[in-house]
């Protein structure tokens, strides 16, 4: 157990729908990511939140936003659904950890979201 | 664009002996590589990192090598063991970007034999 929790765990939905996606970070970590992971696909890097605050981006589409709360949970929102959005949505959250004068981070995972788009 | 390649999709290897993931990087700017496990079902676990000070880390039966010069690095187990069975993907950060984003390959399937 990662200490990193995702809800829902199954989400079946149909083409043009919204859905939201639920994750709370381990205790103390105040960056969280968001991944996808399409068929046959390694992990695309979506969207990072530290602290409330949007920190990078990455290959996530106008159709999808994030959001991370003072509580810093995070809520992956997916709208205007396409076939093609089916996957696993991972949330992953990190602490810096200091090493040699430079932080460098470990992300833990959350165990997925997966999205079914009808 | 690719830039954390894991080329074989599969390996497969019996009870005892070592296992050898491999994995190629195109971006000069990565400076922190990590393994993780994947089983189905499930998030990926953390298994071992290393920084580009580095040539070497080992955790146990697991152990890391990094050749900068080759952009290349490989995650080494021994011995190999049933449980080992799962998808293993390597990922890299960039300097400078210590709150970073992962860049992930696509993953290697390793099954481990009785």
């Known amino acids: 157990d990662s200490g990193v929790t995702q809800t829902p765990k199954h989400l079946i939905t149909a083409t043009g729908q919204r859905v939201t996606l639920r994750c709370s970070p381990r205790?103390?970590?105040?960056?969280v990511y968001w991944y996808q992971q399409s068929l046959d696909q390694g992990l695309q890097f979506l969207i990072q939140?530290?602290?409330?605050?949007?920190?990078a981006k990455g290959n996530i589409l106008e159709r999808f936003s994030a959001q991370q709360f003072p509580d810093l949970h995070s809520e992956l929102n997916l709208s205007s659904l396409e076939l093609g959005d089916s996957a696993l949505y991972f949330c992953?959250?990190?602490?810096?950890?200091?090493?040699?004068?430079?932080?460098?981070?470990?992300?833990?995972f959350g165990p997925g979201t997966r999205l079914t788009v009808l | 664009d690719q830039q954390v390649k894991q080329n074989s999709p599969s390996l497969s290897v019996q009870e005892g002996r070592i296992s050898i993931l491999n994995c190629d990087y195109t971006?000069?700017?990565?400076?922190?590589f990590l393994w993780y496990k994947k089983y189905p079902a499930e998030g990926p676990t953390f298994l071992i990192s290393?920084?580009?000070?580095?040539d070497k880390n080992e955790d146990g039966r697991f152990t890391v090598f990094l050749n900068k010069s080759a952009k290349h690095l490989s995650l080494h187990i021994v011995p190999s063991q049933p449980g080992d069975s799962a998808v293993y993907f390597c990922?890299?950060?960039?300097?400078?970007?210590?709150?970073?984003?992962?860049?992930f390959g696509q993953g290697t399937i390793l099954t481990v034999h009785p």
């Open positions: 992953a959250s990190s602490a810096p950890r200091q090493g040699g004068g430079r932080a460098y981070n470990e992300q833990f």
């Open positions: 205790s103390g970590d105040l960056s």
């Open positions: 939140y530290y602290n409330g605050e949007e920190r």
């Open positions: 971006n000069s700017m990565f400076d922190y």
């Open positions: 290393i920084s580009s000070i580095k």
């Open positions: 990922a890299a950060s960039e300097d400078g970007t210590s709150y970073g984003k992962l860049t």
